[in-house]
T-cell receptor, first 114, second 111 residues
Framework: DTGVSQDPRHKITKRGQNVTFRCDPI?????LYWYRQTLGQGPEFLTY????????KSRLLSDRFSAERPKGSFSTLEIQRTEQGDSAMYLC????????????FGPGTRLTVT | QKEVEQDPGPLSVPEGAIVSLNCTYS??????FMWYRQYSRKGPELLMY????GNKEDGRFTAQVDKSSKYISLFIRDSQPSDSATYLC???????????FGKGTRLSVIA
């Protein structure tokens, strides 16, 4: 399967701990996006990369959140000092530059902060 | 007012019915319109996309965009229980901007 993969699928953490999620995009896609989805809502954009460059960040992305894509392949999203409000599904998507509206999503990482 | 409005439902229909799902939007600068299907606890799956106004058909699915009314629709013909999912509309200003999603409409097709 050459779709978008995410790891871990589920993460339970205590408030105040740091967590890191990984996303592996479709191999030929050079754009990678992070979204957050809470229950009963659609995904909300967090940030995206073209190759290794982070091109845009949403105001939703507080300074506790950081994302990297060091070699233009996989990406990591780190949340420091987690809060209960960070509990959500974190979704990764990828696309080609020529068809950025065609974004293909991974299965998501479900984060629960207790 | 949110940029993209979508009735969350739930919508329940009998098997074989024609389903109509809709979204309205406020920003006339949106040019790309997508429909995603999301099963419970899974990532969204791209169903169809449309550029600007018009219709697009793919099997049992038809997407319509009416930019003058800022209104988009997804029709599902001969609905099946396997179509039971949440349907999300999404929009983009250009081919290079992030997607803006509606809340999603939860659909149940009853056998």
């Amino acid at each position: 399967d050459t779709g978008v993969s995410q790891d871990p699928r589920h993460k339970i953490t205590k408030r105040g701990q740091n967590v890191t999620f990984r996303c592996d995009p479709i191999s030929e896609h050079n754009r990678l996006y992070w979204y957050r989805q809470t229950l009963g809502q659609g995904p909300e954009f967090l940030t995206y990369f073209q190759n290794e460059a982070q091109l845009e960040k949403s105001r939703l992305l507080s300074d506790r959140f950081s994302a990297e894509r060091p070699k233009g392949s996989f990406s990591t999203l780190e949340i420091q000092r987690t809060e209960q409000g960070d509990s959500a599904m974190y979704l990764c998507a990828s696309s080609s530059t020529s068809s950025s509206y065609e974004q293909y999503f991974g299965p998501g990482t479900r984060l629960t902060v207790t | 007012q949110k940029e993209v409005e979508q009735d969350p439902g739930p919508l329940s229909v009998p098997e074989g019915a024609i389903v109509s799902l809709n979204c309205t939007y406020s920003n006339s600068a949106f040019q790309y319109f997508m429909w995603y299907r999301q099963y419970s606890r899974k990532g969204p799956e791209l169903l169809m996309y449309t550029y600007s106004s018009g219709n697009k058909e793919d099997g049992r699915f038809t997407a319509q965009v009416d930019k003058s009314s800022k209104y988009i629709s997804l029709f599902i013909r001969d609905s099946q229980p396997s179509d039971s999912a949440t349907y999300l509309c999404a929009m983009s200003f250009s081919g290079n901007t992030p997607l803006v999603f509606g809340k999603g409409t939860r659909l149940s097709v009853i056998a």
